[in-house]
């Protein structure tokens, strides 16, 4: 797994150059708007500093058609603390990351798991519409004495 962005408050989780989720720290800041995903993904993420005053012009979204194949999610901790364990497509366990308050997570490919390490809220932002169980497949997580815990991602 590597990490492909330079700042250290957003990261690329990767596996075999697949883009498995990107991680946006409570305590980011930059100037203007700045999206973080390819053109191509289906859900897209990105995000905003305006002055006070700054306006967006109104405007109305149009029908596009689109072909969503996976489901992409963004988690936002809204409270609390979360591990979030990485898998391959496979259900290979690869690593874990420590989601804080204010963090946010964009998971693209692989598999996750989640772990609230204390009491948590989180909001989720995903496509529809929902195919309920049709939409994933379970599997057993990783378990607690295996975890490989990193702050950042430095394994190929």
């Known amino acids: 797994m590597t990490s492909s962005l330079p700042h250290p408050m957003i990261e690329h989780i990767k596996h075999k150059e697949q883009m498995l989720a990107l991680i946006l720290r409570n305590n980011y800041h930059s100037d203007g708007i700045e999206f973080f995903t390819p053109n191509k993904f289906t859900q897209q993420l990105g995000y905003m500093n305006r002055p006070k005053d700054y306006e967006i012009q109104p405007h109305v979204h149009n029908p596009v058609i689109r072909e969503v194949?996976?489901?992409k999610e963004v988690l936002i901790i809204k409270?609390?603390?979360v591990r979030v364990d990485f898998y391959n497509d496979k259900q290979n366990y690869l690593e874990s990351r420590i989601l804080r308050t204010g963090d946010i997570v964009l998971?693209?490919?692989g598999?996750?798991?989640f772990k609230m390490l204390e009491e948590s809220?989180?909001?989720e932002v995903k496509q529809g519409p929902?195919?309920?169980?049709?939409d994933k497949t379970r599997f057993a997580p990783i378990s607690d004495d295996k975890v490989i815990l990193k702050e950042t991602s430095d394994v190929s």
């Open 107 to 109: 998971l693209a490919f």
């Open 121 to 123: 809220e989180i909001v």
């Open 69 to 71: 194949s996976y489901t």
């Open 111 to 113: 598999g996750h798991g």
């Open 130 to 134: 929902y195919a309920g169980e049709a």
């Open 79 to 81: 409270k609390g603390c």
